[in-house]
């Protein structure tokens, strides 16, 4: 069989992701550190809106007071991010541009459809933790925990080439199974823009794991909601580990628009949260936790 390493030239910020990749053979290529360079800020404009530059912290993200009171999804999402080491020093672009966590593809004897061969192991072989909405041959769930609070947010993406980039812009519809990105060799994230906050909201997250501490997500989910009246008048949800890129689950949102925000409504919608997917034989758990998962923070968040 052959097998393939990536040797192209690879961006290095925080290095959490690719320094695994180089001690496990997974990367060879030349590094470019851009640790020292890129924009590490987060700037307001007159309207509340925020930039993030893409070389800030998760810790720096997690921590600051203004994002959040005007991002509280934003903010869980950073905070239950990996540990309080990787989040000091893991960015937010490298965190929306990280390769798969596949164990078929971190294994660099091992070929798959991300370093150029043909299958996808994982499809035949464990995939455990692989997808529950199969949207493409590649069945790896995409890692980015701030991809989807971003996608709950409608986030929008500036590189060094492009500008406007939405999260699907960014990481496509997860139906293009050959890479994590559509960034071009060489492309950079230079920041992120979120737009004016809404009045009233309330957002967190939560995720489900296998273990009780630094722990990747079986699922996780970004919720963000607006109550008037006693009924939903705003419901964004955002999942990750379920499919190959964070997913809306516009069934659930669409059917609480306008209902009153009770534990009756929301364990009825929660129901549609895994409309549309598409389990592989052993990953139907994941189901089962992405349905309680939408119960359980919307009930906190409609208290």
């Known amino acids: 069989m052959s097998v393939a390493v990536m040797t192209a030239s690879e961006f290095r910020a925080g290095g959490t992701d690719f320094s695994e990749r180089r001690r496990s053979g997974v990367s060879q290529g030349m590094l470019i550190d851009i640790s020292a360079t890129g924009d590490k800020t987060i700037t307001w404009d007159a309207d509340g809106t925020a930039r993030i530059g893409a070389l800030a912290t998760i810790a720096t993200i997690a921590t600051d007071a203004r994002i959040a009171a005007a991002y509280p999804g934003i903010a869980a999402s950073a905070q239950g991010l990996a540990t309080p080491q990787v989040r000091h020093v893991a960015t937010l672009g490298g965190n ?10 971190r294994r660099a004897d091992i070929d798959c459809l991300k370093k150029g061969g043909s299958t996808c192991p994982a499809r035949s072989g464990n995939h455990l933790y692989g997808v529950a909405f199969d ?4 069945v790896a769930p995409h890692p980015s925990t701030m991809a989807a ?19 699907a812009g ?11 990105h559509t960034l071009a060799a060489g492309e950079m994230i230079e920041s992120i823009a979120l737009p004016a906050p809404l009045q009233g909201e309330r957002a967190t997250y939560k995720r489900a794991i296998s273990r009780t501490h630094a722990e990747w997500p079986l699922v996780e989910l970004c919720a963000r909601v607006v109550i008037a009246g006693g009924k939903f008048q705003l419901v964004r949800l955002a999942a ?18 306008g209902k009153i925000a009770n534990a009756a409504s929301i364990a009825e919608a929660a129901t549609a949260a895994s409309s549309g997917a598409k389990p592989l034989p052993m990953t139907a758990y994941k189901l089962d936790l992405l349905q309680g998962l939408v119960r359980d923070v919307l009930e906190r968040l409609s208290d």
């Open 96 to 105: 929306l541009a990280q390769r798969s966590r596949c164990w078929y593809f």
């Open 135 to 138: 949207l493409g041959d590649c």
């Open 149 to 167: 609070a971003l996608l709950a947010y409608d986030a929008t993406i500036t590189t060094d080439r492009r500008s406007g980039l939405t999260i």
């Open 170 to 180: 960014l990481l496509g519809d997860g139906s293009v199974s050959n890479a994590d």
């Open 240 to 257: 990750g580990g379920v499919a190959p890129v964070p997913l809306r689950l516009t069934t659930v949102e669409a059917q609480l628009s």
